[in-house]
């Protein structure tokens, strides 16, 4: 099983940014994806999660109403669309699965999340 995230760059403040993650080798399509971000020296936070079941979203309160979680299941495919950029966006983001439950309730928990992709930078620029 395995996650490729894509998408990161350097933009500035008030820009765009859409990520994807790939996923592949999953035996079945319902399972939640979640995005995740961490700043240097901050810990990880979930950001949104999506239940590609029934396509049910959950995001922070932080990226609510900026970022939208939205998914192409023919492509297996996970897209983060991430509008009004703010420096403090500034991290590494990263996708991750899991691939037992596609419940999204309680995506701020990291460690039901077994199947995590390698990290894409954003950075916005003030």
């Known amino acids: 099983l395995q996650l490729q995230a894509s998408g990161g760059g350097l933009v500035q403040t008030g820009g765009f940014l859409r990520l994807s993650c790939a996923a592949s080798?999953?035996?079945?399509?319902?399972?939640?994806i979640g995005w995740f971000r961490q700043a240097p020296g901050k810990e990880r936070e979930a950001i949104s999660c999506?239940?590609?079941?029934?396509?049910?979203?959950n995001y922070a309160d932080s990226v609510t109403g900026r970022f939208t979680i939205s998914r192409d299941n023919a492509k297996n495919t996970v897209y983060l669309q991430m509008n009004n950029l703010k420096p403090e966006d500034t991290a590494v983001y990263f996708c991750?699965?899991?691939?037992?439950?596609?419940?999204?309730?309680?995506?701020?928990?990291?460690?039901?999340?077994?199947?995590w992709g390698q990290g894409t930078q954003v950075t916005v620029s003030s």
């Open positions: 080798g999953f035996t079945s399509d319902e399972y939640a």
């Open positions: 991750a699965a899991d691939g037992i439950s596609p419940w999204c309730g309680n995506f701020y928990y990291l460690p039901r999340f077994n199947y």
């Open positions: 999506i239940n590609t079941r029934d396509g049910s979203t």
